[in-house]
């Protein structure tokens, strides 16, 4: 991503009500697994998630990320465990993790299925991945191009590569649901009607902390019939899967 966002996304991602939700459902997803469990967070950015995680029980967390900033920003933050390293390549020895959490991490990466092989190589025999990538290519826009995003995912896409990458799939679904209409009313919008203007603004806005509060109990409300269900559009899909 351009730095002058990735400053900015530092900046946001404690307190938003996207990284707060979606830090919610991931320890929904997750937190019957033991809490010794060997976990790597691919594109850790400044540990939010990883300080999350640790403050509910998880012991024996890493991350990677290739920003040097985002690692020294973790470093700041007290958070150990983590490196500067490329999610194409990653320099960990075969079968070294229980479960690897990449969030808004594939779609950075041309060859998604290269990259996933090499995910399944370091995780351990039955070992779990679970991915969130944002859903749908009608929705590509600015905030797209700003993350330097090579594409969107369809659930049917998502599942196709990771099943081809040795993985069998235990949960695939569509997150965000409810603000998926508006999300996609305002996408297409921009897209068909002001497409002619230049408009390189991203999607992270400020927001009235009770605007911000209110958005994170929306979701988090989301969160708990999605632990059960599956939706059948969302801004973001992702899936669980277990390593064959």
């Known amino acids: 991503m351009e730095k002058s966002y990735e400053l900015k996304y530092h900046n946001f991602e404690e307190k938003y009500w996207w990284f707060e939700a ?20 691919i594109g850790c950015s400044g ?28 470093k700041k933050r007290g958070i150990n465990n983590v490196f500067v390293m490329d999610g194409k390549k990653i320099e960990f020895d075969d079968q070294s993790f ?42 590509f826009g600015e905030h797209d191009k700003i993350n ?15 099943k081809k990458s040795n993985f069998k799939i235990l949960k695939n679904s569509y997150w965000n649901f409810l603000l998926f209409f508006p999300v996609a009313t305002t996408r297409i919008f921009q897209s068909f009607l002001l ?9 992270l806005l400020s927001l009235n902390p009770s605007l911000n509060k209110f958005l994170i109990y929306l979701l ?17 899909v992702f899936i669980v899967g277990i390593k064959n």
């Open 98 to 139: 229980d479960i690897i959490i990449a969030s808004d991490v594939l779609e950075h990466i041309e060859d998604d299925f290269s990259a996933l092989l090499e995910w399944n190589r370091i995780l351990k025999k039955e070992g779990k991945l679970l991915l969130f990538v944002p859903a749908f290519n009608f929705l």
């Open 47 to 74: 540990g939010p998630l990883i300080k999350f995680l640790k403050n509910h029980g998880f012991k024996n967390l890493y991350g990677i990320d290739l920003s040097k900033d985002a690692i020294e920003l973790c």
């Open 195 to 203: 497409n002619k203007r230049k408009n390189t603004k991203d999607q």
């Open 22 to 41: 979606r830090r919610d459902i991931i320890l929904k997803l997750i937190d019957k697994e033991n809490k010794n469990s060997k976990i790597l967070e």
């Open 148 to 162: 330097k995003h090579y594409r969107r995912y369809s659930k049917f896409m998502l599942s196709n590569v990771v």
């Open 220 to 236: 988090k409300f989301e969160n708990i019939f999605l632990k059960k269900f599956n939706f059948p559009v969302g801004v973001s």
